[in-house]
């Protein structure tokens, strides 16, 4: 457990920031969380990071910056697009956003960056009139279960794949339990 305070931090939108840094930390963090994946290629939603986030209406992404400016976290919102056939038929697509991109930079994790960002996110979600949160993750990313689950998120399918044992999860934007927590 990190026992290090917490420094101060900025959230940031995208637009606010230079888009190659988010592109090289995004890169980074999933070279390290994914290393069974190539470095060298970089996905569509980095590739065109400002067409599937900062230009697109249903879309956001957020970063953690220290006072010095360097990225620490960085969270992702776009519409859910239905590409999943594991979970086809599962989300209503005009009220569901995907969470994406949930990075914390190993030196500071475990100091409550997540669940500011996972704030920030939540609240751009509920601006824009989505009801539903998706979100995947997989048993290897250091802490992503438990952390998710401490934010409301319940898990719908755990896909029995030897490498990836994806673990689908959702939450409504505005749940009860959230009142008087903001």
Excluded at 34 to 57: G, K, R
Excluded at 75 to 90: E, F, H, S, T, V
Excluded at 105 to 121: E, K, M, N, S
Excluded at 158 to 174: F, G, I, S
């Amino acid at each position: 457990m990190n026992t290090q305070q917490r420094p101060a931090i900025q959230v940031k939108r995208a637009e606010e920031m230079n888009s190659k840094a988010v592109a090289a930390f995004l890169m980074e963090q999933r070279s390290a969380l994914f290393p069974m994946l190539s470095a060298n290629e970089q996905p569509a939603d980095i590739l065109q990071f400002a067409s599937f986030y900062t230009e697109s209406a249903g879309g956001a992404f957020f970063a953690a910056c220290s006072e010095e400016g360097k990225i620490m976290g960085t969270i992702g919102l776009c519409p859910y697009d239905g590409r999943l056939k594991q979970i086809a038929g599962l989300y209503d697509e005009s009220d569901t956003a995907e969470v994406v991109r949930c990075y914390i930079d190993p030196a500071y994790r475990r100091l409550g960056i997540g669940t500011i960002l996972f704030q920030a996110v939540k609240k751009e979600a509920e601006r824009l009139g989505y009801r539903t949160l998706y979100l995947h993750t997989h048993p290897f990313l250091p802490g992503g279960i438990p952390f998710w689950q401490h934010l409301g998120f319940q898990e719908r399918l755990a896909e029995d794949d030897p490498v990836w044992q994806t673990l689908h999860m959702d939450r409504l934007v505005r749940k009860e339990s959230d009142r008087g927590t903001e």
